[in-house]
């Protein structure tokens, strides 16, 4: 079972960065796909970016493509969302999930097996 802790969250002003990272434990993070997720008050969790357990393959949300960065360092057993040009509407708690599955990159948040605890990303205007 792996366990999962982000950070780099915080507060930011409309056009800044962050980068996120998730940290591993507990097990290999070559055996996972990886996501990031958020969710935002009042709405559904949804999937920002995802990437494959060898990095050749990944998702991003239309909504986040060209700003947003997914990354991973199997050395690290670190996973990381590199966040560009964030606006008002990317506040959300961002989450780092990991799915047993790797022959596909998936988006629902059921199909994901562990889950860290959040971190909070808040853009002023």
């Known amino acids: 079972q792996v366990q999962l802790v982000e950070s780099g969250g915080g507060l930011v002003q409309a056009g800044g960065s962050l980068r996120l990272s998730c940290a591993a434990s507990g097990d290999t993070l070559s055996r996972y796909t990886m996501a990031w997720f958020r969710q935002a008050p009042g709405k559904e969790r949804e999937a920002v970016a995802a990437i494959s357990w060898h990095s050749t393959t990944t998702y991003y949300d239309s909504s986040v493509k060209v700003r947003f960065v997914i990354s991973r360092d199997n050395t690290k057993n670190t996973v990381y969302l590199q966040m560009n040009s964030l606006q008002p509407e990317d506040t959300a708690v961002y989450y780092c999930?990991?799915?047993?599955?790797?022959?596909?990159?998936?988006?629902?948040?059921?199909?994901?097996?562990?889950w860290g605890q959040g971190t909070q990303v808040t853009v002023s205007s």
């Open positions: 999930a990991a799915d047993r599955n790797v022959a596909a990159l998936r988006r629902r948040p059921g199909d994901y097996d562990y």
